[in-house]
C-alpha cells in the first residue's frame, strides 16, 4: 500500500467514526450485566416521613430497584409537614417528572397539587398510605386492616386465661395519626377482632387515642395519662406500631409493667424485635418493605409508559374507587422471628442477636 492510499484509508476511518457510521468497525459488545437499559424516565418520590426505621427502607430500597432498571429518581421527604410535602411535589411537577409517587404525609391535603399533576398530565401513585379526597391512578400498599387484625388477635390470645376466668379486661388502644388513612385501617382490623368480645362485656376499652405524627412520645402521654389517674389498671395494649409501642411500654415501665403487660406493634423494627426477645413488647407485624418499593418503582414505569397494570382490587378513598394492589404481611412474636426477618434477609443472626 502505497502513503496516499493509506493516508486516504485512514481518512476514511476516521470520518466514519466521527459521523458515528462504525459500519465496518464494529465495537466489541458490552457484557451482558452491565447493560442497563437506560429508559428515559423521572420518578418523582415524595415521601411524607423518614421517622420510622421502615421508611428509611422503603428510601434505599425504591432506589436500588430504580438503579436496576435504569431510571432516575428525584426524591424528597417532608418531615411530616404538609406544606412541605405540597411544594415538593408542586417542584416535581415545574420540573417535569414523568410520574408522582406520594407516601402522603396528610391523607386528605393533596387534592389541589394533585389535579395539578394530572392537569400536567402526570399519573400519580399513592404508596403505602391512601391519598383521599383525590383521583389516584394507583395504591399500592399492604392489607392493612389485616395488619390490625393480628395485632388485636394476638393481644386477645394473650390475654384470654383472664377472660375464661370471667375478668373483664382492660385494653387500651393507642393508634396512630389521625393525618394517616392507614391509622384507621389498623383500627379498623383491631376492633373487628375487640368489639365480639366487648359486645359480650369480656372486654373494655379504657382508652382509645390517636397518636399525632404517630410520635411515641404523644402515646407514652395518652397511656401515662390514663395510667396516672387509674392506679396503672390495665391488662393490655394494643400499639398500632412499633414506635407507639415503645411509647407505650415506657408509660408502663413507669408502673412497674412492662414486660407483664402484652404490647404489639408493627413495622419489625430491630428496636422492636429486640423488645419481642427481651420480652418487653409481645408482637409486631412484618411488612417486607423490599417487595413493596420495587413494585413501586416496576407500576411507576408502567404508569409513566401508560401501560396496562393489573390491580386486583379497588379501594374507595372517598372520591372515587382507587385500582389497589395489597400485599401481605406476616404477624412476628418471639417464635418466629428466625422464620421471618432473618429468613427473609431483613435482617441478620448478628443484628439480632
Ligand atoms: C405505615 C406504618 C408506619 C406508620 C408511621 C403508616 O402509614 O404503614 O408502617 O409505622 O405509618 O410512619
Do not use: C
Not at 137 to 158: C, P
Not at 164 to 171: C, D, E, F, M, Y
Not at 214 to 227: G, V
Amino acid at each position: 500500500m502505497n502513503k496516499k492510499i493509506l493516508i486516504g484509508a485512514v481518512a476514511i476511518l476516521v470520518v466514519a467514526a466521527a459521523a458515528g457510521g462504525w459500519f465496518f468497525m464494529k465495537p466489541k459488545p458490552a457484557p451482558v450485566a452491565q447493560q442497563v437499559p437506560q429508559r428515559d424516565i423521572l420518578i418523582g418520590f415524595s415521601m411524607g416521613t423518614l421517622q420510622e426505621e421502615r421508611w428509611q427502607r422503603d428510601r434505599d430500597e425504591f432506589l436500588k430497584k430504580a438503579d436496576e432498571l435504569g431510571v432516575v429518581v428525584d426524591l424528597q421527604a417532608a418531615n411530616n409537614n404538609v406544606e412541605t410535602q405540597i411544594s415538593q411535589i408542586e417542584g416535581m411537577i415545574f420540573k417535569g417528572v414523568d410520574v408522582l409517587v406520594i407516601a402522603p404525609h396528610d391523607a386528605d391535603k393533596l387534592t389541589a397539587v394533585i389535579d395539578k399533576a394530572h392537569q400536567a398530565g402526570i399519573k400519580v401513585m399513592s404508596y403505602d398510605r391512601l391519598i383521599t379526597k383525590a383521583d389516584i391512578d394507583l395504591y399500592l400498599s399492604f392489607d392493612n386492616v389485616k395488619v390490625g387484625e393480628y395485632q388485636a388477635t394476638y393481644i386477645l390470645q394473650a390475654v384470654a386465661a383472664k377472660i375464661a376466668a370471667g375478668q373483664k379486661v382492660k385494653i387500651a388502644y393507642i393508634g396512630g395519626a389521625k393525618t394517616d388513612n392507614n391509622a384507621f385501617l389498623f383500627k379498623k382490623g383491631a376492633f373487628n377482632i375487640l368489639q365480639p368480645a366487648i359486645d359480650k362485656g369480656q372486654v373494655e376499652i379504657v382508652v382509645d387515642k390517636f397518636s399525632d405524627n404517630w410520635d411515641p412520645q404523644n402515646a407514652y402521654k395518652n397511656l401515662k395519662a390514663y395510667l396516672d389517674k387509674n392506679d396503672g389498671l390495665i391488662d393490655a395494649v394494643v400499639a398500632a406500631n412499633d414506635g407507639t409501642a415503645f411509647g407505650s411500654i415506657s408509660a408502663l415501665k413507669e408502673y412497674g409493667l412492662d414486660g407483664k403487660v402484652p404490647v404489639s406493634g408493627q413495622d419489625a423494627e430491630l428496636s422492636a424485635i429486640k423488645r419481642i426477645i427481651a420480652g418487653t413488647q409481645s408482637m409486631t407485624v412484618y411488612k417486607p418493605i423490599s417487595k413493596l418499593a420495587a413494585a413501586g418503582v416496576e407500576l411507576a414505569i408502567k404508569l409513566a409508559e401508560g401501560a396496562p397494570i393489573n390491580s386486583v382490587s379497588t379501594v374507595n378513598n372517598v372520591k372515587m374507587d382507587v385500582p389497589s394492589i395489597l400485599l401481605e404481611s406476616i404477624a412476628v412474636t418471639k417464635d418466629n422471628i428466625d422464620q421471618t426477618v432473618m429468613t427473609d434477609g431483613y435482617y441478620s443472626s448478628k443484628d439480632i442477636y
